[in-house]
């Protein structure tokens, strides 16, 4: 069978390093490019951080294109304290990687997503893990590719549990309401993969320093930026027993969908300034429609889905 084409927009931070990762160890998909959001950190720190984690993982031939640099609402973006407290100031936990070899490409990220789509339609999956600004603008520029793509798996939102912004609003969302009520309300098939399901799927020391053991760059590497993430869940009194990895799972998710079982609902994003701010809610005009086009998740087999998360990446650290 053809191998799935996959594109990653990440805020490359601790979670999404783990999620680019995955990607490049599953068989069954072919990391065809990451786009860089602003979120964790700054749009250019993040694409660093992806080109060094790439280079990392021996795959220096997978193109990072620049996303958005700040929300299709304000024209600046600084990054939130909370977020150098989680993922460090450099956004992969202070580990030093070497400078990359390759650049940012030249094709904005807008223009990636839209020669991706019809290049490659229903074989195509993208995986937002940031701000979906980007993507939003692609769409904007090119509706046409909303009925193109196969299916676009987000980490972001919080249905059935509270956010961690407030008690709505889920980090990812709050940077970009608007550019997100814009992806959810197109023609788009979409996968919501929120806290949901990703603060029960936690990793500990002790899965880390399986990878250390390793002796391998990248195991070291990777254990020290995810335990510095465990250690500010702690410090900070987010989770006590571990920390969520919820970048890859959309990553899991978007090559199996069984990992989690879903809710089918029209949603919508509210980007008014007020108390539900951000939130991401069934839309009560479309209750009635049918083929709703978002499934949200609302449950995941994590012992099933942490098996092949540890196997992938060990794997994949293994040989670098
Ligand atoms: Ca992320």
């Given at each position: 069978m053809?191998k799935?084409k996959?594109?990653?927009d990440?805020d490359?931070?601790?979670?999404?390093?783990l999620?680019?990762?995955y990607?490049l160890?599953?068989p069954?998909?072919?990391?065809i490019?990451?786009?860089?959001?602003?979120g964790n950190?700054r749009?250019?720190?993040c694409?660093?951080?992806?080109?060094k984690?790439?280079?990392?993982?021996?795959?220096?031939e997978?193109p990072?294109?620049?996303g958005?640099?700040?929300s299709?609402t304000?024209?600046?973006?600084?990054?939130?304290?909370v977020?150098?407290?989680?993922?460090g100031?450099n956004?992969?936990?202070?580990?030093e990687?070497p400078?990359?070899q390759?650049?940012?490409?030249?094709?904005?990220g807008?223009?990636f997503?839209?020669?991706?789509?019809?290049?490659?339609?229903?074989d195509l999956?993208?995986i937002?893990?940031?701000?979906m600004?980007?993507?939003?603008?692609a769409?904007?520029?090119?509706?046409e590719i909303a009925?193109?793509?196969?299916n676009v798996?987000?980490?972001?939102?919080?249905?059935t549990v509270?956010?961690?912004v407030?008690?709505?609003?889920?980090?990812n969302i709050?940077?970009?309401p608007?550019a997100?009520n814009?992806v959810?309300t197109s023609?788009?098939?979409?996968?919501m993969v929120?806290l949901?399901v990703?603060?029960r799927t936690?990793?500990?020391?002790k899965?880390?320093?399986?990878?250390?053991?390793l002796?391998?760059?990248?195991?070291?590497?990777?254990?020290?930026?995810?335990?510095?993430?465990?250690?500010a869940?702690y410090?900070l009194?987010?989770d006590k027993?571990?920390c969520?990895i919820h970048?890859?799972l959309?990553?899991g998710?978007g090559?199996?969908p069984?990992?989690?079982?879903t809710l089918?609902?029209f949603?919508k994003c509210?980007?008014?300034e007020?108390?539900?701010y951000?939130r991401?809610?069934?839309?009560?005009a479309?209750?009635?429609?049918p083929?709703p086009?978002?499934?949200?998740?609302i449950?995941?087999?994590k012992?099933?889905?942490?098996?092949?998360?540890?196997d992938?990446?060990?794997?994949?650290f293994?040989?670098h």
């Amino acid at each position: 069978m053809a191998k799935k084409k996959m594109i990653l927009d990440l805020d490359t931070g601790v979670d999404d390093a783990l999620a680019i990762a995955y990607a490049l160890a599953a068989p069954e998909v072919d990391l065809i490019g990451i786009v860089s959001a602003f979120g964790n950190n700054r749009r250019d720190i993040c694409a660093q951080n992806s080109l060094k984690l790439l280079e990392l993982l021996g795959h220096p031939e997978v193109p990072v294109y620049n996303g958005a640099d700040h929300s299709c609402t304000t024209d600046h973006f600084d990054p939130e304290q909370v977020s150098l407290d989680i993922h460090g100031n450099n956004g992969i936990g202070e580990v030093e990687l070497p400078d990359p070899q390759r650049s940012v490409e030249e094709e904005s990220g807008v223009d990636f997503y839209i020669d991706a789509a019809h290049k490659y339609g229903k074989d195509l999956i993208i995986i937002p893990t940031g701000p979906m600004t980007t993507l939003a603008a692609a769409l904007k520029k090119d509706p046409e590719i909303a009925h193109l793509i196969g299916n676009v798996t987000f980490m972001g939102g919080a249905l059935t549990v509270e956010g961690n912004v407030s008690p709505v609003a889920e980090a990812n969302i709050h940077q970009d309401p608007k550019a997100c009520n814009e992806v959810l309300t197109s023609d788009l098939p979409l996968t919501m993969v929120g806290l949901d399901v990703t603060l029960r799927t936690l990793l500990t020391k002790k899965e880390t320093a399986k990878w250390r053991e390793l002796g391998t760059k990248a195991g070291k590497a990777y254990a020290d930026i995810t335990d510095f993430y465990i250690d500010a869940y702690y410090n900070l009194d987010i989770d006590k027993n571990g920390c969520a990895i919820h970048d890859p799972l959309a990553v899991g998710v978007g090559i199996d969908p069984s990992f989690v079982t879903t809710l089918s609902l029209f949603v919508k994003c509210v980007y008014e300034e007020g108390p539900y701010y951000a939130r991401i809610i069934g839309d009560n005009a479309k209750l009635n429609d049918p083929n709703p086009n978002v499934k949200v998740a609302i449950n995941v087999d994590k012992e099933r889905y942490l098996n092949v998360f540890m196997d992938l990446l060990t794997n994949l650290f293994k040989e670098h």
